[in-house]
């Protein structure tokens, strides 16, 4: 018997967590997450989430700094919601009980301890301490395990999505077929609309600063069930993720630049002035690759990010949870610098949705990283990213509330339960393994921070011949959560690559050195569904 539910959400980062909680005002709300509820890229946030918020700062000015970020691609009614909704949302985390860090130099105790980022003109990004989204994702976690109508399935992974279009009618998409673990079987869950809000990909990249979870399953999923999927050319490295194999995927703060920290060459020689007017406060883009290009050119295997000019005192404070994690694998940040390289950070292309996270399969929404909205264009400005979660996701609450009712009325289809057919237990997990090993590395070096031509026909090779293999291993043996993660990371990997492939530009994110300027033809998004070519819109 399949699991009923009015909201089905696929994702525990601030946009799923944040619908389901306004959506549990109106309806019965499933939440999937594959580890545990609080395990989600948000949780690894450290920045914050820019907004205006001072009476310094204004929208005009925030929708200026994006649209430069974005290098051409943002779509300005996506930019113009998300700013001037942002404030809103800012209050309504502060309401569920999300304490921001407050200015300890005003009289009124709310006011906002403002950071300042890479390609922010003002300070407008409200924080908590240097761990804003763990705070975010456990005061809504807290209410949302208050709710009676929201059911919360920890360590379930969904393997597909449901179609009508399977069983007879239109393109529709009625729910997902989830691994459950305690059975090991694969359950059918029916909702009246499914919420993807399964974060970025960053472990298609060797070097990443996402947690294991980040392994692409919403934009794989939706793009096999024939969804548009926009911009996936465009995956952002952040800059300053720290050098060291065993401190696993850990990311420094773009704030700490905000604060004054600095690159140096390992010789002391600071370096981005002359890359950048901006210096080591450029947007990402041009921070990540200055970092690379250095590296390539010194032979260095990292360089250094040096906050010692600050007070020790104040760092401790701004940053008290880099500071003790530093300190763990033995840097002391207020008297050492820290040695950093560029890693994969946040997917600003996905699954093409409008502003209410509707994509283009009726029932089947896209929330924060999964979705490609416009906002980030082809670069992300630094702390936009939970803004954009809490902005549409709100708004795809409000949508669906006023959508639930006459959805309700419609009956139940019969769907297949999820055959096995003449699958067997697994008995060579090497081979995913040794897929997944190879997958990663091909994609950071044919198409990492730079790329070529040369390069990406090299990718599109090997990934041709993955993919077969998958394919075979995948329909011969039962589905284990590392197999569907794998099959999903080489989706994506194949997305990432058709779309660079066919972006003869460099713009924002994308930088080949085949095409090293910016070419006024390609200013649009480049779109790809599912028997069709990744090509720019409208070409």
Known sequence: MPLRCDYLVIGTGV???????????????????????????????????ASVLSVEDSFEAHIRDTLEAGAGLCHDKAVEVCVREGPARVRWLADQGVHFSTRTDSPASSDLDL?????????????????TGREIVRALVEALRAKPNVQLLEHHTAVDLIMLSNYGGPD????????????????????RATILCTGGSGKVYLYTSNPDVATGDGVAMAFRAGAEIANMEFYQFHPTCMYNPQ?????????????????????????????????DLAPRDIVARSIDWEMKRTGADYVLLDITSRPASFVRDRFPGIYAECKRWG??????????????????????????????????????????????GANRLASNSLLEGLVIAHRASAKLAEQIGPLRTDPWPQVEDWKVGDAVPPDEMVVVTQNWEELRRFMWNYVGIVRSAARLRRAARRIEVLQEEIREYYWRYLVTRDLIELRNIATVAELIISSA???????????????????????????????????????
Not at 30 to 47: M, P
Not at 115 to 131: N, P, S
Not at 176 to 182: E, G, K, R
Not at 247 to 274: C, H, I, N, Y
């Open 15 to 49: 946009a799923g967590l944040s619908f389901a909680l306004e959506a549990s005002a109106h309806g019965h709300v499933i939440i999937l997450s594959k580890r545990e509820v609080d395990e989600s890229n948000t949780r690894y946030a450290q920045g914050g989430i």
């Open 115 to 131: 950071g300042r980022e890479g390609g922010h003109g003002q300070r407008r990004v409200a924080h908590a301490g240097d761990m």
């Open 501 to 539: 492939a066919s972006r003869q530009e460099s713009r924002g994110l994308h930088y080949t050195l085949d095409f090293p300027s910016v070419d006024p033809r390609f200013e649009r998004d480049t779109v790809v569904k599912r028997g069709v070519r990744a090509h720019l819109r409208g070409s």
């Open 247 to 279: 401190a696993k995927s850990f990311l420094l703060s773009e704030a700490l630049r905000g604060e004054g920290a600095v690159l140096r060459l390992q010789d002391g020689t600071p370096f981005m002035s002359k890359h950048h007017h901006l210096a």
């Open 172 to 191: 529709t998409c009625l729910g997902a077929y989830v691994l459950d673990p305690s059975n090991e079987r694969v359950t059918t869950i029916l909702a």
């Open 331 to 376: 840097v002391d940040i207020t008297t050492d610098p820290i040695p950093v390289v560029p890693a994969a950070h946040y997917m600003c292309g996905g699954v093409t949705t409008d502003l209410h996270g509707r994509t283009t399969i009726p029932g089947l929404w896209a929330l924060g990283e999964v979705s490609c909205t416009g906002l980030h």
